[in-house]
Structures are given as structure tokens and as C-alpha cells.
């Protein structure tokens, strides 16, 4: 009993589909946040022209109204095209790293809409809960990981910059275009570094809370128990069960029909398949049956294995409607199934 309420198991499907709809999923902020981040760096390395050409255009704007008396309606104006070229300038890059925040949730759990985790929870505001959030091993686990990311970052970066600095001599025999071209090299450098950095953390991290989530998510064998029990009440998939167990039972009797002694058809709609094993049976017994399509696949595979086919339109239909399949035939179809048996068995002579 105390094995079942231990939770060993590794989550079911439907638990885990249960989860996703409480908005309970695998998520990584470390990942989302290398994705920001490095949306964020592409877009600075390819975004420096085009920030060059409207603070140009900017500064060009501002320097023209040098000397010139300042009135009510030019100051309005100044501040709309300020905060028209704000909004140039920084609408690109508030739209790329809102979609980047966005792919890098997507990327991992896929598209989910819920409200659920918003909706408020009184028990959150639970002074005891909060110190048991705060001092739990999830958060200490948290605060290392922070810790060792910085550390890290701080260590590579310096490395970087201690490299850069044995190049600081040779600046002053370049131009100033020349050093920016250096200073811009660097700084690229230096920002791809620490994105090698974060993507590191951002791998072992969602393998971390994938883990971590699976963990949280265990069940007992009890649970198990129960959610079959709960599942198997299912009207649809009852239904679903029983026809996987008719197509189960018509494959193991399709796979009689070739070990029957014959086939009697009325001919086109049915089919019945009849062994008589003397030794076994104490009657004739109907190892398969049907109608229309299946009727024509049972004789299909009779003709294929040398079963022998009859014609006896009112015994296949008298059979097919009072013997199921797997159960011998009643007393008052002795003699007519007996009567073809023997010519079965008579044909048989003659051809060997």
C-alpha cells in the first residue's frame, strides 16, 4: 500500500494533456531570454545604419532651427516629430524582441492559450506559502544558477577585454574611423561571446526544467489505477476499445479460414467457414462468418489456401444466422452440414 502512494510513475498522456490546459507546462526563461538576447544582438549589428541615418536626419532637424524665434505652433511641431522619430527608432526594435520573446516560448511548449495561470489564487497571498516558496529548493537551485551565470559571464568577458587591451597601443596609429571599426569588431565580438555563454546556461537549463517538470508531475499506481478506471468509462473510448477488439477478433478469425474443411456460400452475401475435427470436436464448428465484403474476403483467402468452396444458399444463411463463430453447429444442421462434408471429403479422393 505504501508503494502505491509513492509517486514512481512516470506522468501519463493524460496527465500531461491536463497539465497543458492548467497552463502547468516546461518552460525555461533562460531559453526565451537567449532568444531575446540574441535577436537583440543580430539586430544591433545590422540595425547601426539605420539608427546612424535618422539621428542624422535628427540632429540635421534640430540644428535648422538655430536662430530662429521659437513660437508656440514650432515647439507642438518640434515635439511631434520627436516623438515621431522615437518611435522610428525604437518601434523596430520593441516589435523584433516582442516577437523574439514570443518564438522563444513557442519554441518550447508550442502554441497554448489559456487564462487559467492568471487567474488570482488567494492562497498565493499566504504569508506561510510565500517563506516556503522563498526558502525551497527551487529557489536556492535559482539563486546558484543566477550566481554561476554571472560569475561565468564576468570571468569570459574579462578574459575578452584583458585580450582587447594589448591592442589599445596600436589605436593610436589608426583613424578615427579606423578605431570605431575596431571598437565596433570588438564589441561584436565580446556580445557573441556572452551569447555562447547564455546559450550554454539556456540548454542545460531547459533540460533542467523538463526534468524537473516530468518530476513534478509523477504519479502513484494508484493514480493510474484510477485515471484508467475514469478514461475506460468514456463512452468514446469504450466505443474505440470495442472496435479495436472486433478488428482484433476479425483478424484471428480471418486467420481460421485456412484451416477450415470448406466454405459454404449462398453464393454473393454469405460465407461460412466450417472445420470438423474429430479428435476436438464432438460437431462440425464455424470457425468464421460474414456477409457481403467480408463474405467475399473469407472466400478470397479459401481459394488462396485450397479450401474447398459449396454453394448452399439456405445452410449459409441459416448458419450465419443461428451458429456464432468458434461454436459448433446445433443438432438440427447435422445432416444437411454432414451431407457436405461428405462431398467435400469425396471430391478430396478423386483429386489426390
Same mark, same amino acid.
Given at each position: 500500500?505504501?508503494?502505491d502512494?509513492?509517486?514512481t ?9 491536463d497539465?497543458? %490546459? ?5 518552460k ?5 531570454? *537567449?532568444?531575446v ?10 540595425? +547601426?545604419?539605420?539608427?546612424?541615418f535618422?539621428?542624422e !536626419? ?11 524665434e521659437?513660437t ?16 522610428l ?8 524582441? =516582442? ?9 518550447? *511548449?508550442?502554441?497554448?492559450f ?17 517563506? %516556503?516558496?522563498?526558502?525551497?529548493i527551487?529557489?536556492?537551485v535559482?539563486g ?15 578574459i575578452?577585454?584583458?585580450?582587447? +587591451? ?9 583613424s ?13 565580438? +565580446?556580445?557573441?561571446? =556572452?551569447?555562447g ?8 537549463d ?22 484508467f %478506471? ?24 480471418m486467420?481460421?479460414v &485456412? ?24 460437431? &462440425? ?8 465484403k467480408?463474405?467475399?474476403?473469407i472466400?478470397?483467402?479459401?481459394? /488462396?489456401?485450397g479450401? =474447398? ?14 451458429? !456464432?463463430v ?6 438440427k444442421?447435422?445432416?444437411?452440414v454432414? /451431407?457436405?462434408?461428405?462431398f ?9
Amino acid at each position: 500500500m505504501a508503494d502505491d502512494l509513492e509517486k514512481t510513475e512516470e506522468p501519463t498522456p493524460k496527465k500531461l494533456e491536463d497539465a497543458r %490546459k492548467e497552463g502547468n507546462i516546461a518552460k525555461s526563461q533562460e531559453v526565451s531570454g *537567449f532568444v531575446v538576447l540574441l535577436v537583440g544582438a543580430v539586430l544591433l549589428v545590422f540595425y +547601426l545604419k539605420y539608427v546612424t541615418f535618422y539621428l542624422e !536626419d535628427f540632429f540635421r532637424y534640430y540644428t535648422s532651427f538655430i536662430g530662429v524665434e521659437l513660437t508656440k505652433e514650432i515647439v507642438f511641431g518640434i515635439i511631434l516629430k520627436s516623438i515621431e522619430y522615437i518611435f522610428l527608432l525604437l518601434a523596430p526594435i520593441v516589435i523584433a524582441l =516582442m516577437l523574439a520573446g514570443i518564438i522563444g516560448n513557442v519554441m518550447q *511548449f508550442g502554441f497554448l492559450f489559456t487564462i487559467k495561470p492568471i487567474i488570482p489564487k488567494f492562497d498565493k497571498l499566504n504569508p506561510i506559502n510565500g517563506l %516556503k516558496r522563498l526558502f525551497s529548493i527551487k529557489t536556492i537551485v535559482e539563486g546558484v544558477k543566477t550566481t554561476l551565470k554571472t560569475f561565468i559571464a564576468f570571468l569570459v568577458g574579462g578574459i575578452i577585454f584583458v585580450h582587447f +587591451l594589448s591592442e589599445i597601443p596600436r589605436l593610436e596609429l589608426m583613424s578615427f574611423f579606423e578605431q570605431l571599426r575596431w571598437f565596433e569588431e570588438k564589441a561584436i565580438i +565580446l556580445i557573441f561571446s =556572452m551569447l555562447g555563454v547564455f546559450f550554454v546556461f539556456a540548454v542545460i537549463d531547459f533540460i533542467w526544467q523538463k526534468y524537473n517538470y516530468k518530476k513534478s508531475l509523477r504519479m502513484s499506481k494508484q493514480e493510474i489505477k484510477d485515471e484508467f %478506471k475514469q478514461t475506460e468509462g468514456n463512452p468514446e473510448v469504450k466505443a474505440k476499445i470495442r472496435q479495436l477488439q472486433r478488428e482484433m477478433a476479425k483478424k484471428r478469425m480471418m486467420a481460421e479460414v &485456412p484451416k477450415a474443411d470448406v466454405v459454404i456460400t449462398n453464393p454473393t452475401h454469405y460465407a461460412v467457414a466450417i472445420r470438423y475435427d474429430k479428435t476436438k470436436d464432438e460437431a &462440425p464448428r464455424v470457425i468464421a462468418k460474414g456477409v457481403d465484403k467480408l463474405a467475399l474476403k473469407i472466400k478470397e483467402i479459401a481459394r /488462396e489456401a485450397g479450401v =474447398m468452396i459449396v454453394e448452399n444458399p439456405s445452410l449459409a444463411r441459416e448458419l450465419y444466422r443461428s451458429v !456464432d463463430v468458434d461454436e459448433v453447429i446445433p443438432p438440427k444442421l447435422y445432416k444437411a452440414v454432414a /451431407e457436405v462434408l461428405a462431398f467435400v471429403y469425396r471430391a478430396k479422393n478423386k483429386t489426390l
